[in-house]
């Protein structure tokens, strides 16, 4: 009895110490891999360099407060927890979210030896670890995981409220709105931020029982595969008696761009025989500033710009320039990660990752 109490100990202390994603290595596999290389895993200044590029500038890294490990380092107690960014344990605890007018808040669960999930079919279940052993030992049946019990009773695990904590909004400290997901996409199980931010992939969940598929634990986003949120923009051509019109749709339920420091991009070329015709660029951004233009986010008092394309939003932009038949109208919708005014200011002038154009959609049209 003593030695199975030790190895209970020494198990969960290996599971919770929260920086040793090796554990959870041993039965999903597939998503620690992808988690590995997500913004989620590499969210502080440790390893995204846009972050700490914010932080070095950052009034509270002067006083040595990082405020940002509410979100991107959660309950982390030190330097080697804040490196670890969000971890398995952060995101398979939240119980509740408390909404607040500033930010909302994660609430996490005492019980540490017990993760929340989502599985359909299985929304009232709660699967506990236990052996069974019958005709003396000869057969033992196992149920559950010996690392962690499955709570699949959360619904905010089945449609997306687990994640309004750290995205629905946040003020500074002047209340003003720097950035607001809005909860629109965290209101059912069909349609929410989990099914188009972590769509299904081939893949087993677990070792332990086999799946086909599982949830995607890379989080698609600007950062990460954004190529699976293509599906969610259209892109769409009219010629008309003065050009043309191109529009774009967001089906979205939030703008298309939320960090303030985002800006994407309408590319439109003309091809033809004779020459391929680049149009001007049309830029949907929003821009936060003050009294004196634009501002870091910690001293912005209002919004002095705004084009960003909206939730749900279908914009028709036109165009007067002259196509004829059997020109070809190239579209292309992208954005870049930082405002390339903003570089500069972040010092980020060298580096590849902030300065590219990352295309989400592009299409090509024919002219009748």
């Not at 209970?8 to 041993?26: G, N, P």
């Amino acid at each position: 009895m003593k030695k199975i109490l030790l190895f209970v100990i020494a198990l969960s202390s290996l599971l919770f110490a929260q920086s040793d994603t090796e554990t959870c290595k041993k039965c999903h596999p597939d998503i620690v891999n992808e988690f590995e290389g997500s913004m989620h895993r590499n969210a502080t200044y440790y390893d995204d360099e846009i972050h700490k590029a914010v932080w070095d500038i950052s009034p509270s890294k002067a006083k040595g407060e990082y405020s940002c490990a509410e979100c991107h380092a959660p309950n982390a107690k030190d330097e080697k927890e804040i490196a670890q960014g969000i971890t398995c344990v952060s995101c398979h605890t939240i119980k509740d979210v408390e909404q607040h007018a500033g930010a909302n808040k994660n609430v996490y669960s005492e019980d540490k030896k017990t993760f929340f999930s989502a599985e359909a079919g299985r929304e009232g279940e709660k699967v506990i670890y236990k052996q069974e052993s019958s005709m003396f030992g000869m057969n033992k049946t196992t149920t559950g995981s010996p690392y962690h019990d499955i709570d699949y009773t959360n619904e905010k695990y089945y449609n997306g409220q687990m994640c309004m904590g750290c995205h629905s909004h946040r003020e500074n400290s002047s209340e003003f709105m720097i950035c607001e997901t809005g909860e629109a996409g965290a209101q059912n199980k069909e349609e929410n931020c989990i099914t188009c931010h972590m769509p299904k992939v081939e893949g087993t969940a677990t070792t332990i029982r086999h799946s086909e598929k599982h949830a995607y634990h890379g989080f698609a986003g600007a950062h990460k595969k954004p190529e699976m949120l293509s599906q969610y923009v259209d892109l769409e051509f009219s010629k008309n008696s003065n050009g043309f019109d191109v529009m774009v749709t967001n089906k979205a339920p939030h703008n298309l761009m939320l960090h303030p420091l985002r800006v994407a991009q309408l590319r439109v070329k003309i091809i033809n025989q004779k020459e391929s015709k680049s149009l001007e660029t049309y830029t949907f951004i929003k821009v936060i500033g003050n009294e004196g233009g634009p501002s870091m986010p910690w001293v912005a008092n209002q919004v002095l710009v705004d084009s960003m394309l909206k939730a749900n939003e279908r914009r028709v932009v036109a165009y007067k320039d002259v196509i004829k038949k059997g020109d070809k109208v190239e579209v292309e919708l992208g954005y870049y990660l930082v405002n390339p005014k903003a570089l500069k200011k972040l010092n980020l002038e060298g580096s590849k990752k902030a300065q590219s154009f990352t295309t989400l959609k592009k299409k090509s049209f024919i002219v009748e």
